[in-house]
């Protein structure tokens, strides 16, 4: 990613934790939900918002298959 993309995504990650927060879930929760994000952002190396429906089924799809 490059330095702008980098801080958008930092910035909306922000707003990702504290909306989990309040809505009052689990820490190991919000810890397994970022996670999540900080590794599809890694795989595609963007903003997990910028991702299409297909991007994000092929995504899980090759993550239950290498997984389960």
Do not use: W
């Amino acid at each position: 990613m490059n330095q702008q993309e980098q801080e958008r995504f930092d910035r909306l990650y922000q707003q990702h934790l504290k909306t989990l927060k309040l809505q009052g879930k689990a820490k190991k929760t919000i810890d397994a939900y970022a996670r999540a994000v900080r590794r599809i952002s890694s795989h595609f190396d963007c903003c997990p918002d910028r991702l299409s429906h297909g991007n994000l089924q092929d995504y899980f799809a090759d993550l239950v298959e290498t997984h389960s």
